[in-house]
Structures are given as structure tokens and as C-alpha cells.
């Protein structure tokens, strides 16, 4: 059968739907010899497959041990097939698989798996985000106070708040920690948490907070002026959270807002 | 005999070290805690590139690792034979941990692994023709400039080959060497499973490789897959000791080449860093005896 030979371009298009979608536009143009074109693709996909099967792996272990490894690799093949990845940097694949798992139907019994998804994708950018120096905290005091109220701080790019329906953190440790007793306590019904997770030099922090604490950490974390959050703040200490999350190097920069 | 690589091995920043003509080992994760601590008597370490992007503890270890061994980045992500060209963001990311690592050589595979946007996590077969040629050549220029250094390009190992392909591959790379100025990473175990899948004569793959080009040699092992009773492929998985027809080649290579920097690679059930140790044990054997060959040609 002859063929028009493809550009490179084309032929690269081609294995790409070879790899991601089966499809076998690319078999005319493989010499077969004693071993046809399908069987030399399929190593090829194999590979595919299972690199970014265990990429998603690591980046959500706790998953991988509460699904099993058999669920977990068909999931994944799934999910790949559907979300391949766009950057070489695997660190970075797998961004959308707690919302892939939410829409599982053969998940949909595990009512808390996408939201120890979401706790471990937090995870995972902690561990890997950039390292970035801790804002200096005397440059906040040296602003007037209608400019400090103005202050809208630039989160370390390790920092992330979390919301959750179910207590993502503790199953998260149970399971890690092979922690039965503690599994077989646990109630896995809803009952929302919040949680704000970074890198910290002893490693990376999962840390539970309080509805409001929660709201006013979050809110800092996307901009909001100063003196707005600290508004917003009720019921707890703020300016002793805002001390905190100062020291201990939340904030790597701020900016002026506009005033209005 | 001295070899002249075509480029200076020194890093041009900081000083740091070259890699030496000795056999280094690959490192993997598994071992970081236990070079930190006991400083095994590797001759360098080669990590792979994608591994040591962002920050976070373990690029600080590799920091630390870095202050006392000679260190190499190998790529597994440019996708040096994309006809879209290079993915920019990657490329800066390559850039940032080149700059911060400052590693003794910089390699990468004559390969495509992204498509479409897509990354395809596998290193791609390329059809050797003219225009991947120009394609590769591009590439390849396009990363020396932004890295301001030569890189080495790496021969794949294959499982098929595309009909309409024109070059053979030994060619091939030898002409993206002449064109770019990037040296060629010789990979003897690829050269055997490729030449093995495809009918290649090993020893005239190497034959037809420039030796002043030559600036690492990496062996690893590879399987056998049965596909039945008479039909079997090889595949490269870094899961096992060299195998001895490996060695052997490697052996022509040194010959051929001279004191080239040599790698132990295994990424698939990564064993204890002794057995590593023991395999590039064997290759700084092999490299000795060409070193005393060398000695002794000189003497008389």
C-alpha cells in the first residue's frame, strides 16, 4: 500500500493519537517486519501510560492506598487518556484529577476520596512550588497607616487554603500513617474543615483552622487589602493571626491597592 | 591518546567541576539521604533535569550533593525533534536549574516526546530525514543560545522505525553534531537494543560516530520481551545489570573514542547504591585499561 510519506509535523500528531486515543493513523508509515505496527506502537503507549500512572501515584499516595492499585490504574488510564499532560515537568500533571474523581461514577461510594485528592494536590504543589525569601516584615512598618491599610500581600508560592466537606486531613494521615485504630475511629460522614497547608523547613504543614481564622488567612492570601480583611475578621485575634502568618514567612511580597 | 572534546568541559560561571573521565553513577531519589550522609566514592552523579525543577528539599539536597561531586543534567523533556518547536516555559525551567546547579555537561536525546501541546512521556522515534534534520538542528541551536553552552545530544533506544526515514541514525546524529556544535552523549546500550530491533550492525554504528564528539557514554540495562516463540524485542527499562554484550561494546566504544565520562543508569527497581558502585566499578576498569594502553603507546 503506498502512502504519501508525512511532514514531521503530521507524523508527530499522529502518535500523539496513536499514544493518547489508540487511533492507528500512524501504523502505514511503521516498517513491520516481523513485528507489526501495533505491537511497536504499544510499547511505546505502554510507557505512556505507565509513567504518568505513577506520576499520579506520587502525587497522591493516600489515594492510591484507599482505592487499591487496580482501581487506581484503570482511573488513571482514564484520566489520562482524557487530560494528558501539557508540561514535561511531572510535578506539575494531575491537577485535575480530584475533580476527575468526583464525577466517577464507581467512586461515588468514597463521598470523601475527591477531598483527600484536593488535600494531596496542596500537598504536592507545597512540596515542589518555588522557594521564594519570606517578606520582611519591617517593611510594613515603615509604611504610613493609610498606606499599610492598603497592603495586599503576595502568598510564598507554597501556601494554599483548603475547604473541605470531609475531615480530608485526618484521613490523609490515617491512611499515610497506616494508622488503623485511628482509621477505625474515624467518621466518614461530612464535616468541613479548613485547612491551610505550606512547606516548611521540617517539611510540609497541614494545618486545621478555624472557619473565620480561616476566611481572613484565605482572603490575604488573594489580595484583599489590609484593613478590608482585617474588617471582615470576627471572633478571633486578627492582628495576632496577621503576626503569624508574618513571622513565619506566608507572605513573600505586598503591593499598594488603588485607593479608591 | 587524548581526546579533544569540541567545546570546554569547564563550566564558564563559579568554577565548578568538570565531569571527569571516570564512571559516574545516575541518581535517584532512593539514594539521596544515603549520599548526603555517607558520601559513597561515585566519581559523579547524573540526575535527570525534570526532577530538580521548582524548589523545595529536594533541590536544597541536590545543592548539597552538588558541593562535593561533579554533577550532570540530563534531560528527558525538550523534546529536541518537535516540529512545533521548543516548549519556552520548559526551556526556561531547564535554564533556571542549570543556572543554579551549574553542572559539568547538559544532555539531552534525539527524540520528540511532545506533541500537540502534549507531553507524551516517552522518548519518541524520529523518521531520520532531511527535514527532522533542519528540525533537530534548530532545536538544538535554539537551547546552546539561551543555555550559552554546547549540550550533548543522546542517541534513543527504538522499537520501530518509520518507512519513509532517509538518514540512518548513526548519521544523522553525527550531522546534528557537525551542524550545531553539540557533542553526542553515546549511549552503548541503546546502540544494542536499537541495533538488535532493527538489524543495525553495532560496531559500525559506532565506527560511523565522530570521536571528537563524543562527550559521555551511558550504560544501562535492558530486558527481552517474547512476543512468542520466534519473535522477541528489546527494551531499554534500566532495571538490570549491563548485559556482557553491552560491555563488550562498551569496551569498542573506549577504544574508539578514548577516555570518555561514562554513566550507570537504572531507574526501574532502582537497587542499592553498592550494586551501582559495583557497575561502574566494571566500567572504570575497562577505562583504566585504555588509560594504561594510552600510557604505554606514549612511553614508547
Redesign the interface.
Known amino acids: 500500500m503506498a502512502t504519501a510519506?508525512?511532514?514531521?509535523?503530521e507524523?508527530?500528531?499522529a502518535?500523539?493519537a496513536s499514544?493518547?486515543a489508540r487511533d492507528r493513523g500512524l501504523y502505514?508509515?511503521?516498517?513491520e517486519?516481523?513485528?507489526d505496527?501495533g505491537?511497536?506502537?504499544g510499547?511505546?503507549r505502554n510507557?505512556?501510560v505507565s509513567?504518568?500512572t505513577r506520576?499520579l501515584g506520587l502525587s497522591y499516595p493516600a489515594v492510591h492506598l484507599l482505592v487499591g492499585a487496580e482501581f487506581f490504574e484503570g482511573a488513571a488510564r482514564i484520566f489520562i487518556e482524557a487530560h494528558?499532560?501539557?508540561?514535561?515537568?511531572?510535578?506539575d500533571y494531575g491537577e485535575g484529577w480530584p475533580g476527575f474523581l468526583s464525577g466517577l461514577e464507581s467512586a461515588a461510594s468514597l463521598a470523601y476520596l475527591p477531598d483527600v485528592a484536593r488535600l494531596e494536590w496542596s500537598v504536592n504543589r507545597a512540596?515542589?512550588?518555588?522557594?521564594?525569601a519570606p517578606l520582611d516584615p519591617r517593611r510594613l512598618e515603615v509604611l504610613g497607616e493609610s498606606e499599610r491599610a492598603q497592603a495586599c500581600f503576595v502568598p510564598h508560592?507554597?501556601l494554599s487554603h483548603l475547604r473541605a466537606d470531609y475531615p480530608a486531613d485526618l484521613l490523609w494521615r490515617a491512611v499515610l500513617e497506616e494508622d488503623d485504630a485511628a482509621l477505625a475511629k474515624l467518621d466518614p460522614g461530612p464535616d468541613p474543615v479548613w485547612l491551610r497547608v505550606q512547606?516548611l523547613p521540617a517539611?510540609v504543614e497541614v494545618h486545621r483552622m478555624t472557619e473565620p481564622e480561616w476566611r481572613f488567612g484565605a482572603a490575604l492570601c488573594t489580595g484583599r487589602p489590609l484593613a478590608a480583611a482585617l474588617d471582615d475578621a470576627q471572633g478571633f485575634d486578627a492582628s495576632a493571626l496577621l503576626a503569624d502568618y508574618l513571622v513565619s514567612g506566608r507572605f513573600t511580597d505586598f503591593f499598594l491597592a488603588q485607593s479608591i | 591518546m587524548t581526546r579533544q572534546l569540541p567545546f570546554p568541559l569547564l563550566p564558564t560561571r563559579g568554577g565548578r567541576s568538570s565531569i571527569p573521565a571516570k564512571a559516574g553513577v545516575g541518581l535517584r531519589f532512593r539514594h539521596h539521604r544515603e549520599v548526603l550522609e555517607s558520601r559513597p566514592a561515585a566519581a559523579w552523579f547524573e540526575v535527570h533535569t525534570?526532577n530538580y525543577?521548582?524548589?523545595?528539599?529536594?533541590?536544597a539536597t541536590l545543592d548539597a550533593i552538588r558541593r562535593d561531586y561533579p554533577l550532570s543534567l540530563h534531560g528527558?523533556?525538550?523534546?529536541l525533534?518537535?516540529?512545533?518547536g521548543l516548549?519556552r516555559?520548559?526551556l526556561a525551567?531547564v535554564r533556571g536549574a542549570v543556572d543554579r546547579f551549574e553542572p559539568g555537561l547538559v544532555s539531552e536525546h534525539l527524540s520528540?516526546?511532545?506533541?500537540?501541546?502534549?507531553?507524551?512521556?516517552?522518548l519518541?522515534p524520529?523518521?531520520l530525514?532531511e527535514?527532522?534534520l533542519n528540525?533537530v538542528c534548530r532545536n538544538v541551536a535554539e537551547v546552546q543560545d539561551l543555555l550559552r553552552r554546547p549540550i550533548l545530544v543522546e542517541n534513543p533506544s527504538s522499537?520501530?522505525?518509520?518507512?519513509?526515514s532517509t538518514i540512518p541514525e548513526w548519521e544523522f546524529l553525527a550531522l546534528v553534531a557537525r551542524r550545531t556544535g553539540c557533542g553526542i552523549l553515546c549511549d552503548v546500550n541503546n546502540i544494542y537494543v536499537s541495533s538488535c530491533n532493527h538489524?543495525w550492525q553495532p560496531s559500525a554504528y559506532l565506527a560511523a560516530l565522530p570521536p571528537a564528539a563524543i562527550g559521555e557514554i551511558h550504560l544501562a540495562g535492558h530486558s527481552i520481551?517474547q512476543?512468542d516463540a520466534?519473535?522477541r524485542?528489546r527494551?531499554d527499562d534500566h532495571g538490570s545489570r549491563v548485559a556482557p554484550e553491552v560491555w563488550s561494546l562498551y569496551a569498542e566504544a573506549l577504544a574508539r573514542f578514548g577516555l570518555v565520562p561514562t554513566l550507570i543508569e537504572w531507574d526501574t527497581d532502582v537497587p542499592p547504591m553498592a550494586v551501582l558502585l559495583e557497575e561502574a566499578a566494571h566500567a572504570a576498569a575497562l577505562i583504566d585499561e585504555v588509560a594504561i594502553g594510552n600510557g604505554r603507546a606514549l612511553a614508547a
Open positions: 510519506a508525512p511532514s514531521l509535523l507524523l508527530q500528531r502518535m500523539r499514544l493518547v502505514a508509515h511503521v516498517v517486519r516481523d513485528i505496527a505491537e511497536r506502537l510499547i511505546y510507557t505512556f509513567s504518568l506520576a494528558p499532560p501539557t508540561s514535561a515537568c511531572l510535578d512540596l515542589h512550588a518555588s522557594d521564594a508560592p507554597s512547606r517539611g | 525534570e525543577m521548582g524548589g523545595g528539599t529536594t533541590l528527558t523533556g525538550l523534546s525533534g518537535s516540529a512545533e516548549d516555559a520548559h525551567r520528540f516526546s511532545v506533541a500537540a501541546g502534549n507531553y507524551l512521556a516517552d519518541l524520529l523518521p530525514t527535514e527532522a528540525v522499537y520501530l522505525e518509520f518507512r519513509h538489524g520481551r512476543i520466534m519473535r524485542i527494551i
